[in-house]
């Protein structure tokens, strides 16, 4: 179905542009260069003078002349010669880093494109659907759309922001043949633009900047455009990929054009500069079946879907297919079903061509990477690569005595087995025996992308306990090192001397210092031990009064750093089991800042407290007022206690240290000192 737009010049063929756009392979926006001077440019280490880019001055009706499309199709000699390229559909996904809008982007995309009913209710950040999604405001797994625009299907999948799910966007780029890279008008590239935009160029995919938020009144989109140039030549992209189209959008009003200060009323524009500047996808039509399962899902009824592109030849409903994990390796299956995505939804489908992304049920032990090829001649696609885990936390059955209280799933059967389904769609994680039958080693990209596995069985009904996180060395050249992060913050003027010496106290070293709007925030850049990332974000919220946005993107593996102490104060352990009282509480809070209020049970171990010094200290939260019959002058005295602290399951597996626990279960999170490091210090 066509979108309804207002794009009155669409439909005029792209000639005589009065304008028309420098092709970089010669000319760097307005900066001459020769054949032999380019390639020096681009690897130059030295800072590029920063050039100032005016707004182009393309209105919205400008015809969008694609220099990335152009050398794209025209490189289609030699090994490819025998591909085509189907001109009526489009691979895109849109990445860019947290919280710069693209799942809003995605919305009005869709309502632009009639997707949804005129009177039908639509939530905010449709594409959002999990509970935890729309909870923590931030995009966690990847997901699928399509809209049609003039005849041409656009596949849009939306990907996560945080550094945490780079599996996801790595796995996503194997389907597209292109991205919307969107860019907040105010903040600039940031660390995940970074990482996304690296992988993108590394597959060697077209780009569209689409610098959103326009109507920010700290908007700077000049020099926001002028940033993403020098990133694009700071990670190596070649001249075409370079000679970038630039969308000015504002998501959340659903309006866009080539100017930023002249926007159409729609999105008109942004879907113009896609099916121009994005090539369609290269497919071998008539070659033997060949389709790369990039995402698994799970339904009651149907069993496991895999979601990919089709490579090569038609896949029909009922086909005999070979599944193939290497050349060695291949088994036989049939495809019951077969789905397609058409609007917000999927759609059966008898066949599908190549190009288009599809959704294949019936191959019950499908698993990501695996190859859906040809029963007779099918050969398997290259496997999907994703970057090493970073961070590693130990996960136990529960042993505190309230196990089994409040979980429906306690044993280590039942842990190991949602662990190994966790690992069958999570790329990106790993998961080990520990050192007793009954504990396991997780290691994923970051604390974050645990901490939502943790939150997601939890609310499934498991109960168990995790350790602290802890980083994963590796050794080069017989050498131990340690992995190394680039964390960028944004604090106000006046908390930045407590964050600079935080910092620096964790080793971090500072890369760049600079002042950003004119809301007096400055922007500091730092490379840090992932070690010193550990329990950080709360200390700098806490150094800050909360008004600091700390950010941070894997960098490198380097030499040890050196000891670092995460935390000066020590712990409130309780002394006995029992139940906790107003009267007990009032002197105990003297110590430091409780965790728990009067009625609480407790157990001997459980950690009710910070002490406000150094080391632990043991304390009986549950002691009860003598009664006796001796009248005193205090007896009518009401006691006023502090609100005790209510800390999340982040806060409490970034608060605890080594000798320390989170018992998890689905209706509460509690801290304690660990049993056997206690045994140890007996023995001892």
Do not use: W
């Amino acid at each position: 179905m066509e979108m309804a737009v207002s794009f009155r010049n669409s439909s005029l063929p792209p000639v005589a542009n009065p304008n028309p756009r420098p092709q970089l392979s010669k000319q760097f926006f307005g900066r001459r260069l020769s054949s032999s001077s380019s390639s020096s440019f681009l690897t130059s280490r030295t800072r590029i003078t920063p050039l100032k880019l005016r707004s182009r001055n393309f209105a919205f009706l400008t015809p969008i002349k694609c220099s990335v499309s152009q050398a794209t199709t025209e490189a289609s000699t030699g090994k490819r010669s025998q591909l085509m390229r189907r001109s009526d559909i489009r691979n895109i996904a849109i990445v860019a880093h947290v919280d710069h809008g693209k799942t809003t982007l995605v919305d009005a995309m869709l309502k632009q494109a009639k997707v949804f009913r005129d009177n039908q209710f639509v939530q905010e950040r449709i594409m959002d659907s999990n509970d935890l999604e729309r909870e923590r405001g931030i995009t966690i797994l990847s997901k699928n759309t399509s809209i049609t625009y003039k005849d041409t299907k656009i596949n849009i999948i939306d990907t996560p922001g945080h550094s945490d799910f780079g599996g996801e966007v790595e796995r996503i780029l194997n389907m597209v043949e292109g991205v919307l890279l969107v860019v907040d008008s105010a903040e600039g590239p940031m660390p995940q633009t970074r990482f996304v935009l690296k992988k993108a160029l590394e597959f060697g995919h077209a780009v569209v900047v689409v610098v959103n938020k326009i109507d920010r009144p700290s908007a700077r989109p000049d020099d926001v455009i002028n940033s993403t140039f020098e990133l694009f030549i700071e990670l190596n992209a070649t001249d075409e990929q370079c000679d970038f189209q630039a969308v000015y959008a504002s998501g959340i009003k659903g309006k866009a054009g080539l100017s930023p200060d002249n926007l159409a009323e729609d999105l008109g524009p942004l879907f113009e500069s896609i099916i121009r500047c994005i090539p369609g996808p290269r497919i071998k039509k008539d070659g033997a079946l060949q389709m790369l399962a990039t995402n698994i899902e799970y339904d009651e009824h149907k069993g496991r879907i895999a979601i990919g592109r089709l490579h090569a030849g038609i896949l029909q409903r009922g086909t005999e297919v070979r599944v193939c994990t290497s050349e060695d390796s291949c088994r036989f299956a049939r495809v019951s079903e077969l789905f397609v995505y058409e609007k917000f939804s999927r759609v059966p489908a008898e066949s599908v061509e190549a190009g288009d992304i599809c959704a294949v049920c019936g191959i019950e032990d499908i698993q990501i990477g695996e190859t859906i090829a040809d029963k007779v001649s099918g050969k398997p696609l290259p496997a999907i690569k994703v970057e090493e885990p970073t961070v590693k936390m130990a996960f136990s059955i529960n042993t505190s005595p309230f196990v089994g209280r409040e979980g429906k799933y306690v044993t280590s059967r039942n842990l190991r087995d949602r662990l190994n389904r966790e690992l069958e769609r999570n790329l990106a994680m790993r998961v080990e025996d520990g050192e007793t039958a009954d504990t396991f080693i997780v290691s994923g990209r970051g604390t974050l992308h645990i901490t939502i596995l943790i939150e997601n069985m939890r609310r499934e009904g498991y109960e168990f306990m995790v350790g602290p996180p802890k980083v994963i060395n590796k050794k080069v050249d017989d050498k131990l090192m340690e992995p190394y992060e680039i964390a960028t913050i944004e604090v106000p003027e006046e908390h930045m001397g407590a964050v600079v010496e935080l910092l620096g106290r964790r080793r971090g070293q500072m890369i760049d210092m600079q002042g950003v709007g004119s809301e007096g925030t400055t922007l500091l850049k730092y490379k840090i031990p992932t070690r010193g990332l550990l329990g950080l974000r709360n200390a700098i919220l806490t150094a800050s009064r909360g008004t600091a946005i700390l950010n941070t993107i894997f960098d490198s593996y380097g030499p040890l750093a050196g000891d670092i102490v995460t935390r000066d104060q020590g712990s409130l352990v309780a002394f006995e089991d029992g139940t906790t009282s107003s009267y007990a509480l009032a002197s105990s809070q003297e110590r430091g800042q409780m965790f728990v209020g009067p009625g609480m049970e407790v157990y001997k171990g459980q950690i009710v407290g910070i002490h406000q010094r150094p080391g632990d200290l043991s304390l009986n939260v549950c002691k009860k007022k003598a009664a006796t019959n001796v009248r005193s002058s205090n007896k009518d005295q009401s006691v006023v206690l502090d609100t005790p602290l209510d800390y999340s399951l982040d806060d409490c597996i970034e608060y605890i240290q080594e000798d320390e626990m989170v018992e998890v279960t689905p209706s509460s999170v509690r801290m304690c000192k660990n049993p056997k490091f206690a045994a140890s210090k007996k023995t001892r």
